[in-house]
């Protein structure tokens, strides 16, 4: 009968351990690192961008001004190259296209297109005086970045100081002057003084947000950056691109589209990174963690993108037409990068991230 | 010496306990019933809680029908302008509420109540005068036409505006807590030209655009089912279906399904009045404008498109429901049945059989709706007979998706004029058919009550 008893137990000492015994590898604490993530995202990413765009407006409007007041070549060119230096700020903020700036429906004020000329003819035409209320009620075509465009660039691209009419530099300072507001207010919506949606994003997971969850919060920020990505590929230069058409363009004023672009695609760099203003704990540290091959991908697929984006020396509006093949491939970077996030990066937030 | 019948105990005992104790590294997983409650929308479910949620594709299109949606997709996000500006999406207005669909469906999803003082954004105002036209819809406002709108091109005066404020009533629950309500006081506003005195006003705030396929897809005889607009079965709750009028196929009689009284029957006809009616823009199906000077005198979206946008909204996916094993989710949701709102917040349809569109092809969804009209009392009634439905009737709202509308569209304002800033407060704006339901809530303990909420959270 001892010989039964020492073969069950025998057989018990052999398969015990394979139940319960835990991987001998240390698990990291995804707690630690999540928390970290959203501590970081507003505190590096979203409150020092907002800040600069609504600095770098502030900017425009003085220069503007100076403009309006001294409307020579110099002082255009200069204005002109502040409307470009904000654009850069705006571009990257659109890698986090969540929050206010969504539910509040604050980006169209600042970046509708088309603008619509033949309403902008109306206003300058009209005696309407542009009183921050007036512009404020204006249709979002004919308030924001393009229609400052069309002012201060022209058809073209050809604008002289001397062309402007003084009706016209009145409603190019009030809508400056909207804009300074409108990015205030982004600021101002996450901050402790206005909206405050930077608490709701680092205290994820507690009853004090709207993010039940850490992982929903995670997966805000992620389908954030992958967003403004496909809008890139798909919409921005794929539109004009398939039904080649170059009137479809965003900016084809100021002749800025490329690097537009390349901004959208360094925001989406800077929230996975979370390197904007100092470094942080980004989505990178998720993907660093579990699954490094992914992390190098992502990392090296964005960064050909922009660098895709940035090697482009014509005009996009004239690229669509004299260099599709070129502008195809980088239609499909754009998408492969989106794929790669899609398919790699948000099963891997779902798959670590539990709460 | 073991004996051989020794052995064969032995392997069997071992046999056994392996397979005991192995059951234990088994990965937890959802049986059936829990799993099919999260598909919400059947095979068109989508895990996504994110504030994009509501903008996802259903699975299983082709190539082709995902570049119909694609196409629709970028329509629907597309800003309209007047005629003159080269773009593909010209012939705004001159009278409109909004510049594109998507301003009023923000991320898909719900609009907004605007701020005190501030311009409608993403609701608007239905207008009729006593009586009905040819088609038994409402009769239109000299001057005005059906809907107000409070936007306009440049150079063109709008119609008007509405002024919203609110007067504060509360209401008190079985245990003593009291639920302040706001009631909305509306005030016509810089008007172009005098409203009749006998207008009739309806507020609509613009809803949720997912799933539509599938309420599309439900079978009539699904739909019928649940109606008993005599009240045959003496339960207190009628149903009743709204026929209306389908300006496509130019009959009358059809089941109302979408917008907040069911006066529409498909998506097509939905995309085609708001287009005309909300953009200012002509189709094939509504070529002419409400009291307005027609712009350049000709249909300004091709039908190509209109079906693009169609084809969109149809194949928007439902989000999955979460946390439907936790166990105050579970108790949330006996309390929603026990307490009668499952009699018109029907949970679950199976949607018709269509070989021609698989995707959409005999589900079980649970929208949370009968899509039927239940005359909800006289607190929320508009006054504005719409086809069959009365000033007092309104569609039940499909739930599924609500426990969402935070995250997608930053609030959580419901009903259709957005007044209930909760849950709760709408059960509490519930008054008619469903003041039995709503008072069985107000019976329920704080725990019980936090539990419904729960289980509306996870919807």
Redesign the interface.
């Known amino acids: 009968m001892n010989k039964y008893i020492y073969i069950v137990l025998l057989y018990f000492i052999i398969i015990s351990p394979s139940c319960h015994k835990k991987p001998a590898v240390v698990e990291p604490d995804i707690n630690i690192v999540t928390a970290n993530i959203l501590n970081d995202f507003p505190t590096h990413i979203a409150e020092p961008t907002l800040l600069d765009l609504s600095n770098k407006s502030i900017e425009l409007y003085n220069s503007i001004q100076t403009f309006v007041t001294n409307s020579t070549d110099a002082n255009l060119l200069a204005t002109q190259q502040v409307w470009y230096a904000s654009r850069k700020i705006w571009e990257q903020s659109e890698g986090f296209l969540f929050g206010p700036v969504s539910s509040k429906g604050l980006d169209p004020a600042i970046d509708d297109w088309p603008i619509s000329y033949t309403e902008i003819d109306s206003v300058l035409n009209s005696s309407n005086v542009f009183t921050a209320n007036y512009i404020q009620n204006l249709n979002s075509t004919l308030k924001g970045f393009h229609p400052i465009e069309y002012m201060i660039f022209g058809l073209g691209g050809t604008r002289k100081a001397s062309e402007l009419t003084t009706r016209q530099k009145d409603y190019l300072l009030a809508l400056a002057e909207n804009l300074k507001t409108i990015t205030a207010q982004m600021y101002t919506e996450w901050q402790p003084q206005g909206g405050n949606y930077s608490l709701q994003v680092k205290t994820a997971g507690t009853s004090a947000s709207v993010y039940k969850t850490r992982k929903d919060a995670l997966l805000e920020i992620a389908n954030a950056m992958i967003g403004i990505i496909g809008e890139v590929g798909e919409a921005k230069i794929g539109e004009p691109y398939t039904a080649m058409d170059s009137m479809l363009e965003e900016s084809p004023f100021s002749g800025n589209s490329w690097k537009d672009f390349a901004m959208n695609i360094q925001g989406a760099k800077n929230v996975y990174m979370c390197s904007y203003s100092g470094n942080g704990s980004g989505l990178h540290a998720l993907s660093d963690l579990y699954n490094k091959s992914l992390d190098l991908k992502i990392t090296q697929k964005m960064d050909a993108a922009i660098n895709n984006l940035n090697a482009y020396t014509t005009k996009f509006g004239k690229a669509i037409y004299t260099q599709r093949p070129a502008v195809e491939s980088t239609v499909q970077i754009l998408n492969d990068l989106k794929k790669t996030l899609d398919d790699e990066l948000i099963p891997l937030i779902q798959t670590y991230v539990k709460n | 010496m073991?004996k051989p019948k020794?052995y064969i105990y032995?392997t069997f005992?071992?046999l056994a306990?392996?397979s005991i104790?192995?059951s234990?590294?088994k990965p937890q997983t959802l049986d059936d019933s829990e799993l099919d409650e999260r598909m919400s929308g059947g095979d068109c479910t989508v895990?996504?809680?994110?504030?994009?949620a509501f903008g996802n594709v259903i699975g299983g299109l082709t190539d082709e029908d995902q570049r119909v949606h694609?196409v629709g997709d970028?329509f629907f996000s597309k800003?309209f302008?007047?005629?003159?500006?080269?773009?593909?999406a010209v012939g705004?207005g001159p009278l409109f509420n909004q510049?594109s669909c998507a301003?009023c469906h923000?991320?898909e999803g719900r609009g907004?109540v605007p701020a005190s003082g501030q311009?409608l954004?993403?609701m608007f105002f239905k207008l009729s005068v006593p009586g009905v036209d040819a088609y038994g819809a409402p009769l239109p406002v000299q001057g005005y036409g059906i809907q107000l709108q409070d936007?306009s091109?440049?150079?063109v005066n709008p119609e008007g505006t509405m002024q919203i404020s609110y007067s504060y009533l509360s209401e008190k629950l079985a245990d003593g807590t009291d639920i302040q309500l706001r009631q909305p006081i509306y005030q016509f506003d810089n008007l172009y030209t005098t409203m009749p005195a006998n207008v009739l006003y309806s507020p609509r705030i613009a809803r949720p655009n997912f799933g539509m396929g599938l309420i599309e897809a439900i079978s009539e005889e699904s739909i019928l089912r649940n109606a008993d607009p005599n009240d045959a079965n003496g339960d207190g709750i009628s149903g009743k279906v709204n026929y209306v009028y389908d300006y496509i196929t130019r009959q009358g009689n059809c089941i109302g399904r979408i917008g907040w009284k069911a006066a529409v029957p498909n998506i097509k006809n939905q995309v085609a009045k708001a287009l005309n009616e909300d953009i200012g823009i002509t189709t094939s199906i509504f070529p002419v404008e409400y009291e307005t000077t027609q712009q350049g005198g000709k249909i300004e979206l091709p039908d190509s498109i209109v079906k693009a946008l169609t084809f969109y909204m149809k194949t928007l996916a439902v989000p999955a429901r979460?946390n439907v094993k936790d166990e105050t989710v579970k108790l949330g949701q006996k309390l929603f049945k026990a307490s009668g709102c499952v009699k018109c917040h029907v949970d679950k349809h199976e949607t018709a059989t269509d070989v021609s569109f698989k995707p959409l092809s005999g589900q079980i969804i649970r929208p949370y709706s009968d899509f039927l009209l239940h005359d909800m009392g006289p607190a929320i009634a508009d006054g504005r007979p719409e086809f069959d439905a009365s000033g007092y009737e309104w569609r039940t709202p499909p739930l599924w998706g609500i426990g969402l509308n935070?995250?997608v569209?930053?609030?959580t304002n419901l009903l259709h004029d957005g007044r209930a800033r909760n849950y709760i407060e709408a059960i509490m704006w519930h008054g008619g058919e469903a003041q039995t339901a709503k008072d069985n809530f107000k019976k329920l303990t704080k725990t019980e009550r936090d539990a419904l909420v729960k289980f509306l959270?996870s919807l």
Do not use: H, M, W
Request: net charge positive.
């Open positions: 073991i020794t032995i005992f071992l306990t392996t104790i192995y234990c590294r895990f996504d809680e994110s504030a994009g694609d970028g800003t302008v007047p005629f003159s500006t080269n773009s593909p705004l510049l301003r923000i991320n907004t311009p954004q993403s936007k091109i440049a150079g979460r935070q995250r569209n930053g609030n959270e």
